[in-house]
Nanobody
Framework: EVQLQASGGGLVQAGGSLRLSCAAS????????VAWFRQAPGKEREAVSS????????YYADSVKGRFTISSDDAKTTVYLQMNELKPEDTAVYYC?????????????????????????WGQGTLVTVSS
């Protein structure tokens, strides 16, 4: 079973950039859907972005579209979330999560599978703080 390690959070001024990394261990991300979720204080955990390692398709929440980019390395061991033009409202703990993709996952839009309970493997959170 794949284990995940998230890193790259920090403090940045509004308009700045950060790159989060989600590294796999014990296995790779082959045949997985990898997603980034975030949770701000007092709010529910929300999906930010996801990528199908098999199909290379991606999803972005409307709030980050055009500013964030999700990608994976050729070895399929690390998934990145490049975050540009950061805003104070992006402040949250960011988590990466992975799930094995079924055929159904591969033929339906990413939006169908954004419930955190569908992801069985989670990394620890990494805090992103954006100051105004």
């Amino acid at each position: 079973e794949v284990q995940l390690q998230a890193s790259g959070g920090g403090l940045v001024q509004a308009g700045g950039s950060l790159r989060l990394s989600c590294a796999a261990s014990r296995s790779t991300f082959v045949n997985h859907r990898v997603a980034w979720f975030r949770q701000a204080p007092g709010k529910e955990r929300e999906a930010v972005s996801s990528i199908s390692i098999w199909g290379h398709t991606t999803y972005y929440a409307d709030s980050v579209k055009g500013r964030f980019t999700i990608s994976s390395d050729d070895a399929k061991t690390t998934v990145y979330l490049q975050m540009n033009e950061l805003k104070p409202e992006d402040t949250a703990v960011y988590y990466c999560a992975a799930a094995l993709e079924t055929l159904e996952w591969r033929i339906t839009p990413h939006e169908v599978h954004l419930n955190p309970t569908e992801y069985s493997n989670w990394g620890q959170g990494t805090l992103v703080t954006v100051s105004s």
